[in-house]
Structure formats: structure tokens, C-alpha cells
């Protein structure tokens, strides 16, 4: 079993910066950010492997990074840049392992969502 539990979001002018953070209990093998915005179906922003490697969505790619502390179990989205098109309800994201596990952003791919964390951008 996983646990996650997002903070860290806001209301920013476009241009600013936020961060956001993911708490983590248990052992996810892959995890990642997603966010939805009104209206529209929920879409991955980031992803972060097991061996460090991550992927971006075009949107993000440059803007965006995704890390992990595994020492403080908290999974990170660092986000600069920010325009209107970024707000959304950002939701942490997470997967187990077994055999045949698939890593993406993919929202298929996660069995393991927080609550989610509201990022709204003015212009």
C-alpha cells in the first residue's frame, strides 16, 4: 500500500514560481504528477523513474522539474515559469511493483492517487 498526500499549492501571477510536495508512505516503484483541469481529462506532467530518469510533458518540459528526497519519503514538482494554462488540480501519483510493471505518464499506468493540490494562475 501507498499513501500520498500533496501540499504546496496556491495562487501565483503568471511568471511566478511554486513548488509542490508529496508526502509518501510505503514503497511506490514509480511515481509522478498529474493535473486536471476543468473540463478537460487528467494529464501527465511528469514522471520520475526508480533509476532517477524523468519524463515531461511538452507543456512543462524546461519549466518543470520533478525530484525526489528519499531520505524525507517526499516526492517534488518544482514549478517556474507559470502561466494561466497551468492551473489545475495537481495530484501526486504512484505505482507498486510486480512483474510486467509499467512506468509513463500514462494515468493507466498509477493505482495510487493523493487528494490532490490546487495551483491557480493569474495573468
Known amino acids: 500500500q501507498v499513501r500520498l498526500v500533496e501540499s504546496g499549492g496556491g495562487s501565483v501571477q503568471a511568471g511566478g514560481s511554486l513548488r509542490l510536495s508529496c508526502a509518501v508512505s510505503?514503497?511506490?516503484?514509480?511515481m509522478g504528477w498529474f493535473r486536471q483541469a476543468p473540463g478537460k481529462e487528467r494529464e501527465g506532467v511528469a514522471v520520475i523513474y526508480t533509476d532517477g530518469k524523468t519524463n515531461y510533458a511538452n507543456s512543462v518540459e524546461g519549466r518543470f522539474t520533478i525530484s525526489k528526497d528519499t531520505a524525507k519519503n517526499t516526492l517534488y514538482l518544482q514549478m517556474s515559469s507559470l502561466n494561466p494554462e497551468d492551473t489545475a488540480m495537481y495530484y501526486c501519483a504512484a505505482n507498486i511493483y510486480y512483474p510486467g510493471v509499467l512506468c509513463g505518464r500514462r494515468r493507466d499506468y498509477f493505482g495510487y492517487w493523493g487528494q490532490g493540490t490546487q495551483v491557480t494562475v493569474s495573468s
Open positions: 510505503g514503497y511506490p516503484y514509480c
